[in-house]
């Protein structure tokens, strides 16, 4: 029995997985893994325990004459639960995250005890050099610094080999440049924060602060690990570059939201307690649409928390998928032909007097405020599509994009058709109005969005930036990301128009105009100017594609040249502006994810050519030689030539095939190898122009000869047993 049928018979013989904490209350299980504010309470004296909460509330460094306290009541805390290790949990650049165990273990004067010191809390010093920096730091310079971030929560990370303490915290260089994607997105709350109040003051005096929620959908394949480890493409790559579509339609609409099988659900039960131990509100589970793939969505969090927690969620399905004899793909386009994989980000911004920024109001003045932060937006993503589409760059998403219900690589946003209506009689108001102050407001219908909005604010499947009644859905960000960068390009636009909102705003009124007309004034002018970013319909039409080069919207092939939007001349202004990113640190960032993309396709190449070389050709050659050996044996037996017609014909196809193949697989090389003396920007973007487009072909010849070998014969797990087995 060959690899491929053993792994077959082993999925089919795979023992039921016991459940875990069955029985047990989601209520019960919740933060259990937590230093959360109960813990703290019950660890921390009322003093200590205040004034801790005071830094988590203002997001202020952990005062050092509260370090050493707060340290002993999560020592004790930790101790109690059984932790042997600590570690400063961050998010380097260019990967998920990053940790480095230290022990409890301390000696003094001869005795062992277990210490954790206030400075060993709030800050730990991991070689900078060993990250990607994108030139900050040079390979001799490796001092980096971590410091904790209070306003995320301490939590214990589990496994079967003992349980260490993950202190989340940003990462900078010895400089202060920001390596990591913590930093960049604090910072972008703080701005938005201080600018959304501002401007929430127009109509909710109260108001102290604006904070940004999220929601994230994260989707993902399950594919048996006996199945995947046949696959050198998937192991190397993260996803398949090859693999013949069958008959069948992989992708009928059969498996979305139907019931979960029993397998599935074993590793849902795992992937859900683990969660709610660590706080993640998981909330929805379900079968995606194309088979094998699947979707949890955990509840609306305050942004940075939520980001943490998509982070640990991704580490946990890692994880736990291997624990129930799977491997979790992660890749946003893993199966050629079928749904990609990606993660809807659903934004929102809230007051802390608990109004929703992006939900219509209650009265004229309430949708007004609406329309205020929904129409900045607008300007934000239509002034900065291209660095909008930069934030979600990748080779993954390359793929992903306009394929398969995925959003297209062009932005655009949706509304739908009712506020539509009410932004373009906004901004071209009917004639007929009364003259008192609240006329043009009530004439334009404001008064009536909730009713409206409640029951017709559809969503768009094809649009990269929806609004789905009381958020914005940022659906183009790809399913292994870390959503920090798109999250802050957002804040950080929205920031820049809502400053020079309130300062037109504020111009207008001190010259007598009133406050109301004002706001509708500027509201009006945004709109005006967001107008083509704008789409009501299909993005996948031939028309919408017509339109986007009429409009002249921002349409890159691939990642390399979607990466210029960080350096447009909108970007650098913005940067400089708010000081954001520093010249050297968005250099950095465009230089790492280059490389990423480069070095993506590079272990795609040569992943490819090894298959192809080692494996597929000698598999062919084989093959043919057995043809060749059935026709002389038939011609040895006295039988005519028609008798082995089709040995001769399918040993010629085979022939040519391999002969392509071969050509491919050499030429492929060949241009590669030109490419070691390139610069960066260069060779990614002849990566992208050169070595790309041999994939396909080389797929294609793959492709062929899976179907004309016999099937004992073939060696990798085809796309059916991919997908299907369970």
């Known amino acids: ?60 460094t952990l005062d050092r004459a509260i370090s050493g306290p707060v340290a002993n009541g999560i020592k004790a805390w930790a101790i109690d639960h059984g932790v042997t290790h600590y570690t400063h949990w961050f998010q380097p650049l260019g990967g998920r995250t990053a940790e ?77 440049e920001a390596l990591d994607y913590k930093i960049p997105l604090l910072k972008s709350i703080a701005s938005l924060n201080q600018i959304a109040t501002q401007v929430a003051h127009y109509f909710e005096p109260n108001v102290k602060r604006v904070y940004p929620s999220l929601g994230m959908e994260q989707e993902y394949f399950l594919v048996d690990e006996a199945l995947y480890e046949l696959r050198p493409d998937l192991v190397q790559t993260g996803r398949t570059l090859f693999g013949y579509h069958q008959a069948h339609s992989f992708q009928s609409g059969e498996q979305y939201a139907a019931a979960i099988p029993e397998r599935i659900r074993a590793f849902f039960s795992s992937l859900e307690s683990r969660c709610l131990k660590l706080g993640i509100p998981l909330k929805t589970r379900h079968n995606e649409l194309a088979p094998g793939q699947f979707e949890v969505v955990p509840q609306y969090e305050p942004i940075n928390v939520a980001i943490d927690h998509g982070l640990m969620l991704m580490e946990l ?43 219509p109001g209650k009265d004229p003045m309430g949708n007004l405020m609406f329309l205020t932060f929904f129409v900045a937006v607008l ?26 219900e995925a959003p297209p690589s062009i932005l655009s946003v949706f509304v739908g058709q009712y506020l539509g209506k009410i932004l373009q009689d906004i901004e071209n108001p009917p004639r007929r109005r009364r003259n008192d102050e609240n006329s043009e407001l009530m004439h334009l219908g404001i008064s009536e969005i909730p009713e409206i909005l409640l029951g017709n604010t559809d969503t768009n499947r094809t649009a990269p930036f929806a609004f789905t009644g009381n958020k914005v859905e940022f659906r183009a960000v790809g399913a ?34 009133v406050k109301e007309s004002a706001l509708l004034d500027m509201i009006r002018e945004y709109i005006s100017e967001s107008k083509d970013i704008v789409l009501e319909g299909d993005s996948y039409s031939e028309a919408w594609i017509k339109e986007t080069k009429k409009r002249k919207l921002f349409d890159p092939p691939h990642t390399p040249a979607a990466l210029e939007g960080l350096n447009s001349e909108s970007a650098r202004k913005l940067f400089a502006e708010t000081k954001l990113f520093s010249d050297a640190e968005i ?50 037996a006295g039988f005519k030539n028609e008798s082995v017609t089709t040995q001769r014909s399918l040993a010629g196809k085979i022939g040519k095939s391999v002969n392509e193949l071969y050509r491919l697989l050499e030429n492929m090389k060949k241009v590669e190898a030109k490419l070691n003396t390139k610069e960066l920007k260069e060779k990614a973007y002849a990566y992208a122009e050169s070595i790309l487009p041999f994939f396909d072909q080389i797929r294609g010849q793959i492709d062929f000869l899976e179907q004309n070998l016999p099937d004992e014969k073939w060696p990798f797990p085809k796309y059916r047993e991919l997908l299907f087995s369970r």
């Not at 798109?486 to 705003?505: D, I």
């Open 1 to 60: 029995m060959t690899p491929r049928y053993q792994a077959l018979a082993l999925i089919r013989k795979r023992s039921k997985h016991e459940p875990e904490q069955q029985g047990v209350r989601p209520s019960e299980l919740f933060g259990v893994n937590v230093f959360s504010r109960k813990m703290m309470k019950k660890y921390l004296s009322l003093d200590i325990f205040e004034a801790l909460q005071q830094s988590i509330v203002e997001r202020r």
């Open 100 to 176: 480095k165990h230290e022990s409890f273990l301390a000696l003094t004067d001869g005795e062992v005890i277990e210490k954790f010191s206030g400075e060993e809390l709030s800050q730990q010093e991991p070689d900078a050099s060993a990250f990607p920096s994108g030139g900050l730091r040079r390979t001799f310079e490796a001092r980096g610094f971590t410091a904790w971030d209070c306003s995320s929560p301490i939590f214990i990370s589990e496994s079967d080999y003992g349980k260490t303490l993950c202190i989340p915290t940003i990462f900078v260089s010895y400089n202060g």
């Open 317 to 359: 399905i890692d994880k736990l998928a291997r624990e129930h004899g799977f491997r979790a793909i992660l890749h946003e386009k893993p199966f050629q032909g079928l749904n990609g994989s990606g993660k809807h980000s659903n934004w929102s911004l809230h007051t802390d007097t608990g109004i929703n920024l992006l939900a």
């Open 379 to 404: 300007k934000a993503v239509a002034t900065h599509s291209e660095l909008f589409r930069a934030s979600i760059a990748s080779a993954g998403n390359d793929l992903r994009l306009g394929n398969s």
């Open 480 to 513: 292994a990301d870390n959503s920090s960068f798109a999250m802050t390009v957002l804040h950080t636009t929205l920031s820049q128009q809502l400053q020079r909102f309130k300062r037109r705003v504020d111009s207008k009124m001190n010259r007598g105009r």
């Open 587 to 636: 250099s950095a960032r465009h230089q790492i994810l280059l490389e990423s993309y480069q070095n993506q396709l590079s272990a795609e190449a040569d992943s490819l050519y090894e298959i192809g070389t080692t494996q597929v050709i000698p598999l062919a050659l084989d093959y043919q030689r057995t043809l060749f050996e059935s026709i002389q044996l038939a011609g040895a």
